[in-house]
């Protein structure tokens, strides 16, 4: 039987984060200035989040002893992204209590089993189908029709294991990009969306069932990861309630005690369509730290944690830019705009296409 918390946590009580990013390092943060302390478990010896707090435990998810010793240390668990294996969720489950559930976990890690959890409650989304073999994909992709989108249903983020599929597209390239050498993987094939923006809605959900969201914002995406978030969102607000609306319905269909992200596309229609779920604090929302009377990590924390949840009223507009791979070398030139708030993960090799920090501008409101 999963434990569970009856009582808010009280100061001074250690939440143990599985996974070590960046949005652990500003939960754990976060985290500290309401009087907790964090304990991250993750199998990188030099995490950004383990920078920032002297209780850590660097061991393999699978590692069963290590994560017996981490339930031990810690009066509450939660996840920092949703690739944590599922594994290490259940084994600690009726160890320690966790917020989200593993359940919440085992939905989101899979677009497969997002968009069947979508369905289920009648939250609309694009057309979608299973695929798991090459000779699958054929028949899917005849199905769905062109064009369309090959996802991998695990671990993908970033754009990573995805390839878009035209008219003239060579499925078995497309397979190849998905699933490298694989003769079988799961994975989903999306129909194509005209979307005229992709927004999202970040919703936190207390123990007792309050629920509190931040304004629709707009994302906009270079090489398929987020380049930058505009606040708010330029967006009908027929559209823009219809989006605050689904985010709430999904929090408490889900169950959720935390924070819950939702990605949208939204049609020259003004309809709304769910594309992904993230159960954690989200890039989108990285802005809140600078512009909101609550960010969206003390949110997170305050949720999980059993307190109140605090404002989401935004004191000003906003523009967050993530820096990417050799952007981040440009700290001394950002800071040189005294607008600029800007936010470094400890990271210390700079790859193509990773997120090395972000930069806030703030905008005054009309």
């Given at each position: 039987?999963?434990?569970?918390?009856?009582?808010?946590?009280?100061?001074?009580a250690?939440?143990?984060?599985?996974?070590?990013g960046?949005?652990?390092?500003?939960a754990?943060?976060?985290?500290?200035?309401?009087g907790?302390?964090?304990?991250?478990?993750?199998?990188?010896p030099?995490?950004?989040?383990?920078?920032?707090t002297p209780l850590?435990?660097?061991?393999?998810y699978?590692?069963e002893e290590?994560?017996?010793?981490?339930?031990?240390?810690?009066?509450?668990?939660?996840?920092?992204f949703?690739?944590?294996?599922?594994?290490?969720?259940t084994?600690?489950?009726?160890?320690?209590?966790?917020?989200?559930?593993p359940?919440?976990?085992?939905?989101?890690q899979n677009r497969?089993?997002?968009?069947?959890?979508?369905?289920s409650v009648?939250?609309?989304?694009t057309?979608?189908?299973?695929?798991?073999?090459?000779?699958?994909?054929?028949r899917?992709?005849?199905?769905?029709?062109?064009?369309c989108?090959?996802?991998t249903?695990?671990?993908?983020?970033?754009?990573?294991?995805?390839?878009s599929?035209?008219?003239?597209?060579?499925l078995d390239?497309a397979?190849?990009?998905m699933?490298?050498?694989?003769?079988e993987?799961?994975?989903?094939?999306?129909?194509?969306?005209d979307?005229?923006?992709e927004?999202s809605?970040i919703?936190?959900?207390g123990?007792?069932?309050g629920c509190q969201s931040?304004?629709?914002?707009?994302?906009?995406h270079?090489?398929h990861?987020?380049d930058?978030t505009i606040?708010p969102?330029?967006v009908?607000?027929?559209?823009?309630?219809?989006?605050?609306?689904?985010a709430?319905h999904l929090?408490?269909e889900?169950?959720?005690v935390?924070?819950?992200?939702?990605?949208?596309?939204?049609t020259?229609?003004?309809?709304?369509?769910?594309?992904e779920?993230?159960?954690r604090?989200?890039?989108?929302?990285?802005?809140t730290?600078?512009a909101?009377v609550?960010s969206?990590?003390?949110?997170f924390v305050?949720?999980i944690?059993?307190?109140?949840l605090?404002s989401?009223?935004?004191?000003?507009?906003?523009?967050?830019?993530?820096?990417?791979?050799?952007?981040?070398?440009?700290?001394?030139e950002?800071?040189?705009?005294?607008?600029a708030?800007?936010?470094?993960?400890?990271k210390?090799?700079a790859?193509?296409?990773?997120?090395?920090?972000?930069v806030?501008?703030?905008v005054?409101?009309d």
């Amino acid at each position: 039987m999963a434990k569970t918390l009856t009582e808010p946590l009280a100061p001074g009580a250690v939440i143990g984060i599985l996974g070590g990013g960046q949005l652990g390092r500003m939960a754990a943060l976060a985290a500290a200035r309401l009087g907790y302390r964090c304990h991250v478990y993750c199998p990188e010896p030099d995490a950004p989040a383990a920078q920032v707090t002297p209780l850590f435990t660097c061991a393999a998810y699978e590692d069963e002893e290590a994560l017996a010793g981490f339930a031990e240390a810690v009066d509450l668990v939660t996840f920092e992204f949703e690739n944590i294996p599922l594994g290490a969720a259940t084994f600690l489950a009726p160890r320690v209590a966790q917020r989200p559930g593993p359940e919440v976990l085992r939905i989101c890690q899979n677009r497969l089993r997002e968009k069947d959890f979508c369905q289920s409650v009648k939250v609309p989304t694009t057309r979608y189908a299973e695929v798991n073999t090459p000779d699958g994909l054929a028949r899917v992709v005849n199905d769905i029709g062109r064009p369309c989108v090959l996802k991998t249903a695990e671990l993908g983020y970033d754009g990573k294991g995805q390839a878009s599929i035209g008219p003239e597209t060579d499925l078995d390239n497309a397979w190849r990009l998905m699933a490298g050498d694989r003769a079988e993987a799961p994975g989903i094939v999306e129909a194509f969306v005209d979307f005229t923006l992709e927004i999202s809605v970040i919703v936190a959900r207390g123990a007792g069932g309050g629920c509190q969201s931040y304004p629709v914002v707009e994302n906009q995406h270079r090489m398929h990861i987020l380049d930058q978030t505009i606040v708010p969102a330029r967006v009908a607000d027929k559209a823009a309630e219809r989006a605050e609306a689904i985010a709430r319905h999904l929090a408490e269909e889900i169950g959720l005690v935390g924070l819950l992200a939702i990605e949208m596309f939204v049609t020259a229609e003004d309809e709304v369509l769910v594309n992904e779920l993230a159960p954690r604090p989200h890039n989108s929302g990285h802005w809140t730290l600078d512009a909101c009377v609550t960010s969206q990590f003390e949110q997170f924390v305050r949720a999980i944690a059993g307190l109140p949840l605090g404002s989401t009223e935004r004191h000003c507009d906003a523009v967050m830019k993530n820096l990417l791979g050799e952007d981040a070398g440009r700290w001394h030139e950002i800071l040189s705009d005294p607008a600029a708030k800007l936010h470094l993960y400890g990271k210390t090799e700079a790859r193509p296409g990773r997120k090395m920090g972000h930069v806030t501008k703030l905008v005054p409101r009309d």
